[in-house]
């Protein structure tokens, strides 16, 4: 009997030990080390540039360290839209706002940019078009970086290679904030028509937070920044006509004469879209919209996509008679 004990309390200690034994070979490997985590994190890095390697290149000049950037297209893209819409707007306008941007530097790579630095295809700035590199975005977005570079890097890749063409040519693929509820027809802002670039409705707008703005401004300043004397009368000039985007075309003050860009640009005003009153010693300006209005209004595609509208829908509404093709025999005729 005391055999068989001695026999059941060694079968029972074996047990244990199996049991015990595994348990404390896996609880180390539960626990990453930071070398691993860091090592996830480069991963998954990776993983959100895959699929954007391509054979062309662009060359940025960055304005603030005078240096020049060099990248793969798709990757540029990313850091455009992420300079140029706000991450968190719908997914849909994120993938239109690709196609402009890629249009845009497509077109450049293709007829060359003027004035930028040897070696270099665009700038950075809102001349060209806007862009941000991965480092910049960690410093911007701070703790809210990762789903934002992750949510647009999924709209470039799922457009990766299309841009917009008008008769076989990549367009002009101009965007801007805010509309006044409708866009603007190229020559009312700039002298050449463009027939893509017509006025249409956009609605969506009003929901924008750049859709009014008031501004107050001493008279001196006013007519100091406009070359004018204004009359005793109280009287702030007259609007003699408006663009087919309802935009300020032209106006009388006195005896001089101004566009409405004129007055946008010498006031640095929101839009062309404005009022304005005397109120004692001071002018009261309201405007409507933000931007040149011409092209695609990014909170109205915005509004469109959550609409349940697609990209192309977006692209085909705010330029007008375009196609949506693929870059690949316009990249491959540049042979970079």
């Not at 004990?5 to 609880?27: E, N, Q, R, W, Y």
């Amino acid at each position: 009997m005391n055999q068989m004990k001695l026999i059941l309390g060694i079968i029972s200690a074996m047990l244990v030990v199996t049991f015990i034994i595994p348990t404390v070979l896996v609880l180390p490997f539960s626990e990453k080390s930071d070398s691993e985590q860091l090592d996830e994190t480069q991963q998954t890095e990776k993983t959100t540039w895959s699929g954007l390697e391509g054979p062309v290149d662009v060359a940025v000049f960055r304005t603030a360290s005078n240096t020049i950037e060099k990248l793969p297209l798709e990757q540029y893209i990313i850091g455009v839209v992420a300079a140029e819409m706000p991450a968190d707007f719908e997914k849909e306008a994120l993938k239109a706002q690709a196609l402009a941007a890629r249009t845009y530097i497509v077109n450049m790579l293709a007829i060359g940019a003027k004035d930028v630095p040897e070696g270099a295809d665009v700038k950075d700035t809102i001349d060209y078009q806007v862009y941000k590199n991965v480092e910049e975005l960690k410093t911007i977005w701070g703790s809210d970086y990762q789903w934002k570079l992750d949510k647009i890097t999924e709209a470039v890749v799922e457009t990766k290679g299309q841009i917009i063409t008008y008769e076989g040519n990549p367009i002009t693929a101009t965007f801007f904030s805010t509309s006044n509820g409708q866009t603007e027809n190229s020559e009312a802002y700039w002298s050449k028509e463009v027939p893509y670039l017509r006025s249409v409705e956009s609605p969506w707008d009003e929901a924008s937070p750049k859709f009014e703005e008031q501004k107050i401004i001493t008279l001196k300043e006013f007519q100091d920044k406009l070359g004018i004397t204004l009359p005793t009368d109280g009287s702030v000039g007259k609007i003699t006509s408006r663009t087919p985007g309802n935009q300020v075309g032209e106006l009388q003050i006195g005896d001089k004469s101004f566009t409405g860009k004129q007055v946008r640009d010498l006031l640095e005003l929101n839009s062309a879209d404005f009022t304005w009153v005397q109120k004692e010693n001071h002018i009261v300006i309201n405007t409507k919209g933000y931007g040149h209005g011409v092209g695609m209004s990014q909170y109205g595609a915005n509004g469109m996509a959550k609409e349940g509208k697609s990209y192309k829908e977006i692209i085909l509404h705010y330029y007008q008679g375009v196609e949506i093709v693929s870059s690949e025999n316009i990249l491959t005729a540049l042979n970079r």
